[in-house]
């Protein structure tokens, strides 16, 4: 039915776009951004946690 490497892939990119999204509103650096999408879901959950 569903393809488990199909929707890993579609979350893990959703993550990084979600967490330098939210690192450039916050912190609007290039470096910063890189930076958090690399840690992508880590750094969203630390920032809902945080703010």
């Known amino acids: 039915m569903f393809k488990t490497g199909h929707a890993v892939s ?4 959703f993550g990084t776009a ?6 450039w509103s916050a ?9 958090h999408g690399f840690f992508s879901w880590l ?7 945080i703010r």
């Open 27 to 35: 912190h609007k650096s290039i470096l910063w951004a890189i930076i």
């Open 43 to 49: 750094y969203v959950i630390y920032y809902a946690l």
């Open 18 to 23: 979600l967490a330098i999204a939210i690192s």
């Open 10 to 13: 579609h979350g893990i990119s």
